[in-house]
């Protein structure tokens, strides 16, 4: 039910733009997440936004690299990836929740989500 976009192959350095999007559905009231899954390891968070978008939250390496954000009346979450490394190869995935807890521990657990996306690949060349 959501649907991630804007994955690619970069240099180290560059900058991506991916974005989670929900076809027939409305997530405007959900909080959402992106988190990502590196080969042999397992899935981790990256970022996540309340659904008014007024609280954020960031894993800790991508902190002042990465921008969540999210467009609620295209009903749209983005994620805008600046200065890349090698070490952000990942399958990137978007996830949404009806919760309404607003701690950092509830947005970096991946049992926090109902919906998530299939995924969108980005590799990062060194």
């Known amino acids: 039910q959501l649907v991630e976009s804007g994955g690619g192959l970069v240099q180290a350095g560059g900058s991506l733009r991916l974005s989670c999007t929900a076809p027939g559905r409305t997530f405007s009231t959900y909080s959402m997440g992106w988190f990502r899954q590196a080969p042999g390891k397992e899935r981790e968070f990256v970022a996540g936004?309340?659904?008014?978008?007024?609280?954020?939250y960031y894993e800790d390496s991508v902190k002042d690299r990465f921008t969540i954000s999210r467009d609620n009346a295209k009903n749209t979450v983005y994620l805008q990836m600046n200065s890349l490394k090698p070490e952000d190869t990942a399958v990137y995935y978007c996830a949404a929740s009806p919760g309404r807890d607003y701690s950092r521990t509830y947005f970096s657990t991946r049992t926090s989500y109902a919906y998530w996306g299939q995924g969108t690949q980005v590799t990062v060349s060194s």
């Open positions: 936004i309340t659904w008014s978008g007024g609280i954020t």
